[in-house]
Each structure stands twice: as C-alpha cells, then as structure tokens.
T-cell receptor
C-alpha cells in the first residue's frame, strides 16, 4: 500500500510569512495526526483528526496555526505568521483506528521548515 | 509537561555490542509502550511495543524490558549492527486511545 505522502519536503521562509503543508494519508485511514518535531526533540502532537472532525487540538498554537481535513482525506496545516521557533520537521501520520494503540501510526517523511 | 523522559541523548556502541536506551513515564493511565526507529529524512517507524501485563518482550535482536512499579521501560538491542544506527524514540499511550506521547529520542551510532 502507498505510504503517507507529504509535501513539500523542504521549505524556507522569512519570519512573519505564511506557509502551508499538505498530507495525504494511507487510503482508508480515518485518523490523521500532525506532529511537530523540533531538532533534538521527540515528536509533539499538534492536532488529531477523526475523519473530518477534530479530536484533539489542545497543543495547537491557535493564534498562528490552523489545520483542516476537508472531506476526511487530505489535510493541510498552515502557519501564519511564522516565528523563528516554528523551525522544525512537521510530520503527518495516519491510522485506521483511533481507539486501539496497537494499530499504531504510519508516519510520512515530513516537511522540514526553516524560518529565517 | 514532558510525559515521557528518555536517556541517554546519544549512544555509541561497537558492532556486536548491546545498546540500552531507557525511558520513564509519570502517567499511570498509560498502558501501551512502543519504540519507534527513525532514519535521517524519514518518519519514525514502529519497532516493537509492550503492554504492562508482561515484563519483557523480545522480537529478534530487540527486547523491551518493563518495570511497572518503577514506571520505567527500556529497549535492548543485542548484537548491534551498523544498520541499527538511527534515532530511537520511546512512546506511551493509553491502549484505548491511539495517541502517543514521545520521548526526546536517542541517537544511536554503531561503529563497525
């Protein structure tokens, strides 16, 4: 099966600019996650979707970050305006079950964002 | 707050040696503990996982040891190989919620 697709792979922007990341999960996976991985740290959950609804966005900085999953398939994560501390790899993951940890995640390769 | 604490930050092991990475958690509601392996430029991938009803789980050269009373678990890589060089993350979740909290990662370098 095809994996989780993310684009772009790399993005360099100036602070205060806006940026958007795209994710296409594994076909049929109802649960989608966005994680932020700052260099030298573990992935931190930003938002979890179940189909096109938000399950958990408690760690999403809502003053600058937004995410949507229209039609319950692809998802877009946006940052506006970007700050230097947003430099990180943004990982998208998907799963077929939100209620079973042993189903785990499949991660995409991520988008590396550099804010200068 | 950091839900899962991981050590060491980096580890150098000779080929054939044993690599040991440790994690500790605070939330006693967690009852599923996976380890993920990440190669440069790739997303993390599930390596092995354990539930607290057993104290040890082994898959090939990889073993998880779990100490419920101490709220600690560790990954042991036996006969470490250069191909094992990667960053390893421990994680924790409630079994009925597929939502993982990750440790800070350990960069393993296995020298030939």
């Amino acid at each position: 099966e095809a994996g989780v697709a993310q684009s772009p792979r790399y993005k360099i922007i100036e602070k205060r600019q806006s940026v958007a990341f795209w994710c296409n999960p594994i076909s049929g996976h109802a649960t989608l996650y966005w994680y932020q991985q700052i260099l030298g740290q573990g992935p931190k959950l930003l938002i979890q979707f179940q189909n096109n609804g938000v399950v958990d966005d408690s760690q999403l900085p809502k003053d600058r970050f937004s995410a949507e999953r229209l039609k319950g398939v692809d998802s877009t994560l946006k940052i506006q305006p970007a700050k230097l501390e947003d430099s990180a790899v943004y990982l998208c993951a998907s799963s077929s079950r939100a209620d079973r940890a042993d189903y785990g995640y499949t991660f995409g390769s991520g988008t590396r964002l550099t804010v200068v | 707050q950091q839900q899962v604490k991981q050590s060491p930050q980096s580890l150098i092991v000779q080929k054939g040696g044993i690599s040991i990475i440790n994690c500790a958690y605070e939330n006693t509601a967690f009852d599923y503990f996976p380890w993920y392996q990440q190669f440069p430029g790739k997303g993390p991938a599930l390596l092995i996982a354990i539930r607290p009803d057993v104290s040890e789980k082994k898959e090939g050269r990889f073993t998880i040891s779990f100490n419920k009373s101490a709220k600690q678990f560790s990954l042991h890589i036996m006969d470490s190989q250069p191909g094992d060089s990667a960053t390893y993350f421990c994680a924790a979740s409630r079994y009925n919620f597929n939502k993982f909290y990750f440790g800070s990662g350990t960069k393993l370098n296995v020298k030939p």
